[in-house]
């Protein structure tokens, strides 16, 4: 990953999607916008903690910053569903009021329009193939690995755009690393062909967990790029609900040039 600015705002893009001049991506900072404590900066979901006038702001300054016509998102539930996002689906909301609940990936091939998901510690998957251009962001805390989300998504993009596995590239955006994903009550949370990932005292590699479920699912090796950074451990530049439990949310954002 590389860093980059606009509009005020820092953000990140992955390697891997910089020969494909169609796609639009970033995974954005905490740095600029305009919310005040605890969510200071840009924080990108409509929380108790935030006013959705700062929210609403923030918002458009990561769509500006990208050229996106608007973010469609979701309200993440931690579940495995996938919507396909089209032409007349409403989902840009502007409040809470409006968010669409229930779901944790959204894939499209609709240009102009980005695509959020929101993100303080759980991973954010950024999946794109180059040939039928169909783009799909993944919200994935530990229950959506338990769960496979990234293999239904992928799936999903196979039954309604007629994407080859082989094909998709994958990016695995900064989330909590295996320095700091302890589960002291693992025996209980975690299916037990997770316990082979465990890297220290009750501490797991899901960073390593998401790269097999996405081989499992077709993926080739080389069309994977992971971040390598925690968020727990750089709470300064992303927000992290392990190092502060009342805070904003970041943002992985993408989508295809009109």
């Not at 502007?94 to 102009?112: F, K």
């Not at 929101?118 to 962001?137: E, F, H």
């Not at 909590?176 to 994903?181: D, F």
Request: aromatic share 10%; with cysteine.
């Amino acid at each position: 990953m590389r860093p980059f600015q606009n509009n005020g705002l820092v953000y990140y893009g992955f390697d891997l999607f910089a020969p494909f001049e169609e796609l639009v991506h970033g995974v954005f900072t905490r740095h600029g916008g305009v919310s005040p404590p605890p969510c200071e900066g840009l924080n990108l979901a409509f929380l108790d903690a935030d006013r959705e006038d700062n929210v609403r702001t923030n918002l458009d300054l990561a769509a500006e910053a990208l050229d996106l016509d608007g973010l469609c998102f979701a309200g993440q539930v931690h579940g495995d569903r996938v919507l396909v996002v089209g032409n007349g689906d409403g989902c840009r909301p502007r409040s809470r009021a409006e968010v669409r609940r229930g779901y944790d990936a959204l894939i499209t091939r609709r240009p102009g329009m980005g695509l959020l998901v929101k993100l303080a510690d759980c991973q954010g998957v950024l999946l794109y193939d180059p040939r039928t251009r169909t783009l799909g962001l993944v919200h994935s805390g530990w229950r959506g690995s338990v769960k496979n989300i990234l293999g239904l998504t992928v799936s999903r993009m196979v039954e309604a755009f007629g994407v080859r596995p082989e094909d998709l590239r994958a990016g695995i955006s900064p989330s909590l690393g295996p320095c700091c994903a302890e589960f002291v009550h693992y025996q209980n949370e975690l299916p037990r062909d997770f316990w082979d990932y465990e890297v220290g005292d009750r501490r797991f590699d899901f960073w390593a967990i998401s790269r097999d479920q996405l081989r499992a699912a077709g993926l080739k090796t080389e069309h994977i790029e992971t971040a390598g950074l925690c968020t727990k451990c750089n709470g300064l530049t992303f927000y992290s609900y392990r190092r502060d439990p009342v805070t904003g949310r970041f943002g992985l954002i993408a989508g295809l040039r009109r």
